[in-house]
């Protein structure tokens, strides 16, 4: 069972940046593929970016050239480098990981998940 830890939440200006980590617990082929989706109050969990073990990546058009998706696989973490934030952006960020290397947009293609960590964008 894979667990994942997010870290590097919190409340930042309109324009401001910040970078969320999520941790895995091991390495296994269980993180083959990981994301990050996030929910804003009132709605539904929303697809954010996703990346392979190889690095190459995906993201949702209202993130794309704002945010960067990477991975240290020594690590076993994720990062989500954000840019230019919005007040849009404000949401409960989530890491996800499935044992699959293709990526997936939909949350209920990733068996595994972190607790979550608040992003408030303040305008």
């Known amino acids: 069972q894979v667990q994942l830890v997010e870290s590097g939440g919190g409340l930042v200006q309109a324009g401001g940046s910040l970078r969320l980590s999520c941790a895995a617990s091991e390495r296994t082929a269980g993180s083959d593929a990981m994301a990050w989706f996030r929910q804003a109050p009132g709605k539904g969990r929303e697809f954010v970016a996703a990346?392979?073990?190889?690095?190459?990546?995906y993201y949702a058009d209202s993130v794309k050239g704002r945010f960067t998706i990477s991975r240290d696989n020594v690590k076993d973490t994720v990062y989500l480098q954000m840019k230019s934030l919005k007040p849009e952006d404000t949401a409960v960020y989530y890491c996800?990981?499935?044992?699959?290397?293709?990526?997936?947009?939909?949350?209920?293609?990733?068996?595994?998940w972190g607790q979550g960590t608040q992003v408030t964008v303040s305008s």
């Open positions: 996800a990981a499935r044992p699959r290397s293709s990526i997936s947009t939909m949350d209920y293609d990733y068996p595994y």
């Open positions: 990346v392979r073990w190889s690095s190459s990546s």
